[in-house]
Every structure is written in structure tokens, then in C-alpha cells.
T-cell receptor, first 117, second 114 residues
């Protein structure tokens, strides 16, 4: 099956630091990737849809200037948490849309645990 | 309005017993339906998917789910639970009504007792 990687898997940083998370589709090209956020004991919340070569589409309530998304190639999308604060601590998961997208099947990365001190 | 409802945030079964995780969707048009499993501190792994072909869908690890349009349900079952099945399970729906995005249920944590 299609493989999606994320880097780093875990990051601990001080408040005010910007953190970049990478999402890569390893064996397929993905024009569309998604970024989710998952708080402890909760479901996944879609943050934004990342489209290769164009601006990301953010869900309501997600700050564009806080969560910067770049999808510069067909295999890489990055999420930068700008000036992270403790409330940004969460599990961030990306996914990539594979194939023609007819069934909207997304393949998920292993997630990145962000802890802001 | 809730698009996907998973009944029971926690389900506990004995090893070897039937696993039944419930999922109901709200849509006037049959959507695409998915079940994912998540182990602690990991991403999501697709168990199975319904894409308007056979209503009984077989997935990995012995799981299967049946799409019942009349009940707007897509419950996940496994005849015999194994200790390694202990994880969190998410039902998700997608399709044109959802902007071709995945909408997840709240999740059900499955505990398997020895």
C-alpha cells in the first residue's frame, strides 16, 4: 500500500519557537494532502487541505498565520507552527490522497507529537 | 449535524469473543465509508472501506463491516477478538456531500480482556 512518512515523530520546544513538520508520500504522488490535529482522547480534526502548487484551504477556526502550510512538490507538504505556545501541544497527523481520488482514500502518516513547554 | 456517530466510546470484550463496533452515518446519498485503527502514538491504518460495491466488506486482520442503507449503519465486526486488537477504532465517511473530505466519528476504544 501507499506509504506516508512524517518527520519528526516527536518534538519538544520552548514557547515562541517555530516548528516545521514534514509529510512525504514515499511511493506515490499526491496533489492533495491533509493536516489533522488530534487532542488526547479525541478524534481527528481536519485543519487544512494542502494542494500542490496552490494555497492551502483552511477549516473554519484554524489560524492561517499560525499554521503555515506549503505543498511545494507532489510528494512533500510541510506544516509550520509559528511561534508555538503550550496550547499548540498536540498530535499532528498528515494524510495523502492516493490515486485518482475517486474513493477519497487517504493514507496517513505516523503522526508528530508536539510538546511546547 | 453529526455526520458519523460511533455508539460507545469504550467497548470491552474477552479474548475470543465477538467484536462489534457500531457506526451510523447521516447522509441522504450513500457515502464512502471507512474504518481505521489507531494504536497509541501512531497514525491511522485503514481496516476496510465501502465504495458502493459489495455491501459486506472484508478487511485486514479478520475484520469485516456491512453497509446497511436502511439502517444507515456500517458496523465493524470480528468473530474472535485477539489481544492485539486492543486499539482505538474510527469510523469515517467521505463523498461529495462532505466536500470530498474525511469526516471522522469520535472513536471507540476497544479493550480485550484475557
Amino acid at each position: 500500500g501507499a506509504v506516508v512518512s512524517q518527520h519528526p515523530s516527536r518534538v519538544i520546544c520552548k514557547s515562541g519557537t517555530s516548528v516545521k513538520i514534514e509529510c512525504r508520500s514515499l511511493d506515490f504522488q499526491a496533489t492533495t494532502m491533509f493536516w489533522y490535529r488530534q487532542f488526547p482522547k479525541q478524534s481527528l480534526m481536519l485543519m487544512a487541505t494542502s494542494n500542490e502548487g496552490s494555497k492551502a484551504t483552511y477549516e473554519q477556526g484554524v489560524e492561517k498565520d499560525k499554521f503555515l502550510i506549503n505543498h511545494a512538490s507532489l510528494t512533500l507538504s510541510t506544516l509550520t507552527v509559528a511561534s508555538a505556545h503550550p496550547e499548540d501541544s498536540s498530535f499532528y497527523i498528515c494524510s495523502a490522497l492516493a490515486g485518482g481520488g475517486e474513493y477519497n482514500e487517504q493514507f496517513f502518516g505516523p503522526g508528530t507529537r508536539l510538546t511546547v513547554l | 449535524a453529526q455526520s458519523v456517530t460511533q455508539l460507545g466510546s469504550h467497548v470491552s470484550v474477552s479474548e475470543g469473543a465477538l467484536v462489534l463496533l457500531r457506526c451510523n452515518y447521516s447522509s441522504s446519498v450513500p457515502p464512502y465509508l471507512f474504518w481505521y485503527v489507531q494504536y497509541p502514538n501512531q497514525g491511522l491504518q485503514l481496516l476496510l472501506k465501502y465504495t458502493s460495491a459489495a455491501t459486506l466488506v472484508k478487511g485486514i486482520n479478520g475484520f469485516e463491516a456491512e453497509f446497511k442503507k436502511s439502517e444507515t449503519s456500517f458496523h465493524l465486526t470480528k468473530p474472535s477478538a485477539h489481544m492485539s486488537d486492543a486499539a482505538e477504532y474510527f469510523c469515517a465517511v467521505s463523498g461529495s456531500l462532505y466536500g470530498n473530505k474525511l469526516v471522522f466519528g469520535a472513536g471507540t476504544i476497544l479493550r480485550v480482556k484475557s
